[in-house]
């Protein structure tokens, strides 16, 4: 059966069957996707901690179950050991999530409308939870260039600092290298590795924090980890130039046309063409710390994002796609908890002006957007201190390095994106929390605006 006509077949079946949501999370620079998911599961699962997700602000979630696993051929998103890690006798933070997984939650409601309430009790709706790394979305540019092409453009970015610091052993393996030797497992791999340890220190270096890092699938290869498919890295080649056959070039060139069509094809095929709703958080704060560039390439990363999402300008996309579209997409600025809730608006203000400038480089038009600030897992509280004999707004919380509550002054995000692009690295910092000890099993986890987070991307389908 064809892609079409199985997607016809599902299409005809559904006004027959209970009706599934797939809702796609996924989050771009350390934006903490594993604890948001973990939260909001916990949260549906023992209820009165979303009181802005109107159906359950209004009492009309009647039950909610974990379901069975819609998809067998994907791993679950493993949420009883992220919950434990949270609820342990010394709470740490799950570990990040490396590659796609799933889960169903099942609701029971009331509907809101009395003639459908009066004809059929309860309602059912399935939310099939997709959970995916955001750098897997960074790579549908790759679609549309050849290996000659992207090469340069990771060569000349490598030229600008910070990134030219931090490219010195692969660049220096690079220049070792003679590129029309005959092809050689051992010299891909080298090559490949010091690439990835480049692309990798520009993610996590202190006061760096890049965003806009390819292949994706080099910092999050999932089940692929050390396959030929992702054994390659770009190359000093000159536009247009010939590679001799069977060098060491030339394979390179071939891995890369094999990682678009073997790898990035089927992901956006298999699993991306089937989501519905989407929320995608950003690590804004992270980017601020990381000075100008990473706010630079945290926006480069969106205008990705974006275009993943318009699916007409990719002339491989659309049809791809059958005309399916996500619906609404979500953009949420993560670890609002680390700011005074005076600053979380200005944290919104300052993610809805990058994301305009996004989409107007896009092109982008089509799905609802909407932004917001948000906590997965609120790990501080609000708290005050004295600063230069004035009393200032602060947060409270573990520091991740310290075993005493802290209150901590995070100075004041800037004004506008003329501010927030003329930071240095450094001159703005926040500082990282443990998650807080008091969580329970039984009970709803703390977060910020995760209910209203729900209600925008779903709420209609709760009405």
């Not at 819609?70 to 434990?84: G, I, K, N, S, V």
């Not at 220190?201 to 994706?216: D, E, F, I, N, T």
């Amino acid at each position: 059966m064809s892609d079409r006509t199985a997607d016809l077949v599902e299409g005809l079946a559904a006004p027959f069957s209970e009706p599934v949501v797939r809702l796609g999370v996924t989050g771009l620079a350390r934006a903490g996707k594993t604890v948001a998911i973990t939260s909001l599961i916990q949260n549906l699962l023992h209820q009165g901690g979303m009181p802005l997700l109107s159906a359950m602000g209004g009492g009309r979630i009647t039950g909610v179950h974990l379901g069975e696993q819609p998809d067998l051929t994907l791993p679950r998103f493993a949420f009883e050991d992220h919950r434990d890690a949270l609820l342990g006798q010394s709470p740490s933070w799950p570990e990040s999530t490396a590659s796609i997984s799933q889960l169903r939650l099942s609701l029971r409601y009331r509907s809101g409308a009395w003639l459908k309430r009066a004809m059929s009790g309860d309602s059912l709706l399935h939310i099939d939870i997709v959970d995916y790394p955001g750098e897997w979305l960074l790579d549908l540019p790759l679609m549309d260039m050849d290996f000659h092409s992207w090469s340069a453009q990771m060569f000349a970015a490598a030229e600008q600092e910070p990134r030219q610091s931090l490219a010195k052993d692969w660049l220096e393996t690079t220049r070792r290298t003679d590129l029309n030797a005959h092809w050689d497992e051992r010299d891909a791999k080298r090559l490949h590795q010091d690439y990835t340890d480049y692309l990798i220190a520009c993610r996590h270096a202190p006061r760096v924090k890049l965003s806009l890092l390819q292949p994706g699938r080099f910092l999050m290869p999932g089940d692929l980890a050390g396959s030929p498919a992702l054994t390659f890295a770009p190359l000093p080649l000159n536009p247009g130039q010939a590679l001799k056959h069977g060098s060491l070039a030339a394979g390179m060139a071939k891995r890369f046309e094999d990682y678009k069509h073997l790898i990035v094809w089927r992901f956006f095929k298999e699993h991306f063409a089937r989501i519905d709703r989407q929320l995608v958080l950003v690590d804004l704060l992270g980017a601020a710390e990381g000075g100008h560039v990473a706010v630079s390439e945290l926006q480069d990363a969106m205008v990705s994002v974006l275009k993943a999402f318009k699916p007409g300008q990719n002339a491989w996309l659309g049809p791809l796609l059958h005309g399916r579209r996500v619906e609404r997409i979500l953009f949420a600025a993560t670890k609002a908890d680390h700011l005074p809730a005076a600053q979380h608006d200005a944290l919104r203000r300052l993610l809805t002006s990058l994301l305009n400038q996004a989409q107007s480089r896009a092109a982008f038009a089509g799905a609802k957007t909407s932004v917001m600030a948000l906590a997965g897992l609120r790990a501080t509280l609000p708290a005050t201190a004295t600063i230069d004999g004035k009393t200032v707004d602060c947060v409270s919380g573990i520091p991740l390095d310290s075993d005493k509550v802290e209150a901590v002054y995070p100075g004041h995000l800037p004004r506008d994106l003329v501010d927030l692009r003329a930071l240095s690295p450094g001159a703005f910092e926040i500082l990282a929390f443990k998650p807080p000890s008091s969580l329970e099993e039984i009970r709803p986890f703390p977060h910020i605006n995760l209910d209203r987070a729900l209600n925008e991307l779903l709420g209609d389908l709760l009405q």
